[in-house]
């Protein structure tokens, strides 16, 4: 008879573990299929005895989890170990003791925390001065959307071998210099009012960064003004002032409808992080400064953005509001240099001076660091290892590259394979102005410098997320593992491999996202690696077809060109205007608009459209390859910004197929034009495939990440490497994500309640039970994605009521009175990015860049939360509304106030829609809910 010892039970853990990993593609159709329940037991039960669905037998990619049935077995084995060891029943019940706290008293891993110890101090100086764009160098600039951008890249590239550009042209923005008199230079129209329109309450001239650096997107809305107006359309009247919310509401509605594009899509500024446009400058140098990919138009206006950025002690932020860093100095510093700009101007001294203060280069962030060695202005002997060989450890391994957030692990994926084969500029040792940089970015002999000792430092003002000591002792073993001759076999044979694999699954994201990539730090590095395995070979196919969707990612503003940190946000803004017009009655007062955003929708739900399903992107929705690289499901989601990109994003396709509702359900002027055929129609098919993919996103707490499932664990953070930034290692589960996909659910189960009916409703409880868990002590809900406790209350209170919630309910009153608590005497609400670098609100509203501490965007965040909740205090309603009419323009517009997006705490970005949307939104809402006190005069 079997004797059951520790040995005996770690054989069967072993064993067990290899079987799962045999089982891990068995049956492989059912990747990403999670079984019902709330807990290891109920899913084991509903794994067991379903006989209606099959999952996975072993481990899943997708999900990022073991099967219910593994996860038993393996908690059986290691049961096993405990009892027939010294520890006996006493160590089974610590075990179990364990495994309780684990899962029923930590906080949930996606719990945000705070406040943060060590709160930012430092606040942004800018000098007092109008630095201009000359008339004669913007006229020149035209915004292509849609197919006209696939036309202008096209000609751009005439001749070229391996021309061509795929995917859906719905939604493209780009900008371009023109050399023929355009249409556009011939209409007839007043251009002191179109500038007056499109200034957003500035002075129609100029950007003044000490006042705002961020830009309100003269430019852009100037042309859609005036392309407006010379159709005949009649602008918002100047001279007449609202009288009621509802005139607000209609004159808001009015004035945005004006910068609505061809195709249906609003654009706008998606810029603000510094540390972006640099990576491109570097690679663009590195390649040989091509023309083709970045004009001498494109990169005067990038020195003019890099120059009105620039603040009095010399620095740049890691964004456009934060204070100076070494490492927004560093890079910044560095393109202003590589773009011509001489060593001895006086942006260059002062920026020189700044760094000096704080131990030169070597002080800066990982990121900065790795751009530095790809120029050969920094030793590779310098920076951490990257070693791509991890991603052939088995896909179970507790710390799999496939584990990680798809953001970090597509950045760090192109980052192993440059640094694996150790690539530095060919002309490094000789080109004088990288020769130069080695002089003027180190307070010491570049030589003499010991690389090694330098790899761990960081100036405090870059250390966000300190390495711990964990992950330091981790990277000096990879420390040796890289120089170590004894293992230089060994390192060789796997790097190799490792290599092959990572360039795989590049050439995948490629084909998969239509040469964009899925963000413009991947997107830069990517063509950087193509450039390298051709033999550095411009005229390759996969570096030119990386070159034009280069400007993609390019944005003109009047603060100049920058590079933004997604190739856009035009399904993200889109479909919040659709729900802000239908909230506030208007989707039938302005047609043309309804239906521009329908044709819009229909064109941008990814792989849906025969177009999009031609592209070789179609191809890589297999479940082979889906698990081979790690990708979730993708047909039937909606994008952050367009089809062709091909990520989906849980959010982006909740509130994609909520506006798609909302358009079919709300607006006669669609129903209308569907049955006369004169729009193409979204299937019911196709919004099932919608809800098919947003029920696949619930990870396993009830909430919703982003792009995946949460695959890894909370102690992933204690191996970030990146210093700047927090949160970046797993998807965690946001209250954003999860009211988006929750609403979105259940206002498809309202219309079609026969389809998937149990699994929504179980969906929707578990949600539900989420969006408690992470609410604070004291009411609020922590916005990751934007500035902050306004934004995170208004999803917060919407994901319950909409799933359930009772309004009077402890959660729903706390969030209020968390609300009214902040409300500021002149009406409104305000915060600045400090809320979520803090992880508390911020002390001073919108200080800086609001009104007395109050923004529009906040108040209307604010006034959808409370008017979700049917607050009572109806008083506070008032005020907030009438703060906001006090502030719309006489156009109709809002001022361009602090910046709103955030992502990872720590970097802020640019939404300039949203000083658009929400405020129409809120009146509506308001006005819906509080008719009987906001129809009269507020005064």
């Known amino acids: 008879m079997m004797e059951f010892t520790p040995i005996t039970f770690l054989f069967f853990l072993i064993l067990t573990i290899i079987v799962g990993d045999k089982m891990s593609k068995t049956p492989l159709e059912s990747l990403g299929r999670r079984p019902m329940g709330h807990d290891l037991w109920s899913w084991f039960l509903n794994f067991i005895f379903n006989d209606n669905e099959y999952y996975i037998l072993g481990y899943d990619s997708s999900l990022g989890a073991w099967s219910p049935l593994i996860r038993v077995m393996l908690h059986i084995c290691i049961s096993g170990i405990i009892v027939s060891s010294i520890l006996g029943p006493i160590g089974l019940l610590i075990y179990g003791a364990f495994c309780f706290y684990i899962h029923n008293i930590l906080p949930n891993v996606s719990h945000p925390g705070g406040p943060r110890s060590r709160k930012i101090q430092r606040v942004p100086k800018f000098s007092d001065s109008v630095p201009n764009l ?25 001749g070229v071998p391996g021309m061509q550009i795929t995917g859906e042209s719905c939604g493209r923005q780009i900008w371009s210099t023109v050399s023929h008199v355009s249409a556009e230079a011939k209409m007839k129209v007043d251009e002191e009012f179109v500038k007056k329109l499109a200034a957003g309450g500035r002075e129609p001239e100029g950007f003044n960064p000490s006042q705002n650096p961020n830009s309100c997107d003269k430019i852009f809305r100037a042309q859609q003004i005036r392309k407006f107006l010379n159709d005949g359309n009649i602008a918002p009247n100047l001279q007449s002032k609202p009288k009621s919310v509802k005139e607000a509401a209609r004159k808001a509605g009015q004035f945005y409808s004006m910068l609505q594009t061809e195709d249906g899509h609003w654009a706008g500024d998606y810029g603000g992080p510094h540390f972006l446009m640099p990576g491109l400058i570097v690679a663009w140098y590195v390649m040989g400064k091509p023309e083709n990919m970045l004009d001498q138009d494109q990169t005067k206006m990038m020195r003019h953005y890099i120059s009105v950025h620039q603040q009095t002690d010399g620095g740049w932020g890691t964004h456009i509001e934060s204070p100076s860093t070494i490492f927004g100095t560093t890079l910044m510093y560095v393109a202003l240099r590589l773009l011509g700009v001489d060593k001895h101007d006086e942006r260059c001294q002062k920026g020189r001076a700044f760094m000096e203060q704080f131990g030169g280069a070597v002080m800066t962030g990982s990121w900065a660091k790795f751009y530095l060695c ?58 004088p102005t990288i020769l130069s940089l080695r002089e003027e970015l180190y307070i010491q002999d570049y030589k003499k410098i010991p690389w090694k000792k330098t790899r761990h430092m960081v100036a405090g003002l870059d250390n966000y997320s300190p390495i711990t000591l964990v992950m330091r002792v981790l990277q000096n073993i990879l420390a040796r593992y890289e120089r170590w001759s004894i293992l230089q076999p060994f390192k060789n044979y796997v790097r190799s491999k490792g290599l092959k694999f990572a360039f795989e699954y590049m050439e995948a994201e490629d084909l998969q996202t239509n040469f964009i990539d899925i963000g413009p730090v991947n997107k830069v590095l990517n063509m950087l690696s193509m450039y390298h395995a051709s033999g550095n070979n411009i005229a390759d196919q996969r570096v030119v077809r990386h070159f034009m969707r280069v400007p993609d990612y390019l944005w003109l503003a009047e603060d100049g060109m920058k590079m933004q940190g997604y190739n856009g946000s035009q399904c993200w803004d889109t479909s919040f205007a659709i729900q802000a017009f239908e909230e506030a009655g208007l989707l039938d007062e302005f047609p043309e608009v309804s239906s521009k955003c329908w044709a819009f929708l229909e064109r941008t739900q990814i792989l849906s459209t025969k177009t999009s399903q031609s592209s070789a992107a179609y191809e890589f929705e297999s479940v082979e390859n889906r698990d081979k690289y790690y990708r979730h499901l993708s047909q039937g989601g909606w994008p952050f910004s367009t089809s062709a990109h091909g990520w989906p994003i849980s959010d982006c396709t909740g509130e994609g197929l909520k506006a798609s509702l909302c358009l079919l359900h709300h607006s006669k002027t669609i129903k209308e034009r569907l049955k006369a055929k004169k729009l193409l129609p979204i299937s019911e098919k196709r919004l099932q ?29 204690f191996l970030n490497p990146s210093e700047v930034f927090g949160a970046i290692m797993i998807d965690y589960s946001y209250v954003e994500c999860s009211m988006a996909t929750l609403t979105a659910l259940a206002d498809f189960h309202q219309y079609y309640p026969a389809h998937r009916s149990a699994e929504i409703q179980h969906a929707i409880m578990k949600g539900r039970k989420f969006l408690k868990s992470i609410q604070q002590p004291d009411g609020s809900w922590y916005g990751s994605w934007a500035c902050c406790f306004c ?37 409104g609400w305000g915060e600045d990015f400090t809320s979520c670098y803090d992880k508390d609100y911020a002390e001073k509203g919108m200080g800086a860049y609001g009104d007395k501490g109050s923004g529009v965007v906040n108040t209307s965040w604010a006034l959808l939360a409370l008017s979700a909740a049917k607050c009572d205090n109806k008083e506070a309603i008032k005020r907030g509304i009438k703060y906001l009419m006090k502030r719309q323009l006489p156009s109709g517009d809002f001022p361009q106030e602090g910046i709103s997006g955030v992502f990872n705490h720590a970097c802020g970005i640019t939404y300039t829609a949203y000083r658009n949307v929400f405020p129409l939104w809120a009146f509506g809402r308001c006005v819906a809910t509080y008719g009987e006190i906001l129809d009269g005069k507020l005064d």
């Open 134 to 158: 000359p008339a004669k160098d913007i006229s020149s600039w035209r915004c292509f959307v849609a197919q006209s951008s696939h036309d202008e890249t096209l000609s751009k590239f005439e």
């Open 791 to 827: 934004y995170g209350c208004w999803f917060g209170i919407e994901g319950l009521i909409k799933t359930g919630e009772n309004e009077d309910s402890p959660n729903i009153k706390r969030a209020c009175n968390f609300l009214l608590s902040h409300q500021r005497e002149n009406g």
């Open 689 to 717: 495939d919608a809800v098919n993919i947003c029920l696949t996103y619930q990870n396993e707490d009830g909430g919703f990440a982003t792009y995946e499932n949460n695959r890894g664990f909370g102690w992933y953070e």
């Open 374 to 431: 790809l120029l050969g202005a920094m030793e590779w002997d310098g920076h951490n290892s990257v070693p791509c060989e991890m991603f052939l450890l088995p896909n179970w391994f507790p710390f799999h590259p496939g584990r990680l957030w798809c953001h970090c692990r597509m950045v760090y994926l192109p980052m192993s394979y440059l640094y694996g084969s150790g690539f530095v500029y060919s002309e490094a040792e000789t080109d």
